[in-house]
């Protein structure tokens, strides 16, 4: 199998998951709950500092994924003019 295939087959499986458990908003708030959970009794530990910084890391990059544009070409040196 090729990279490409298993990562094929990784996105078909997860979209499977998150179209079969779309209707259940019972048990992704009791999910998600269970999350914010584990992550209070963890930050309870001498790592916590670790664990925020690594969550906050990872939700900045979530959230500039979801804000940058699509298709859009980076205007950084684009055009050397404008240096006049």
Do not use: Q
């Amino acid at each position: 199998m090729t990279v490409g295939s298993v990562c094929s087959k990784i996105h078909r499986m997860r979209y499977t998951f998150m179209n079969s458990i779309a209707p259940h908003i019972h048990l992704r708030w009791t999910f998600t709950l269970a999350i914010v959970l584990v992550y209070v009794v963890t930050s309870a530990s001498i790592l916590s500092d670790l664990i925020t910084y690594l969550i906050a890391f990872y939700l900045l990059t979530i959230a500039i994924n979801y804000f940058t544009p699509r298709g859009v070409r980076s205007e950084i040196g684009m055009d050397s003019s404008d240096d006049d």
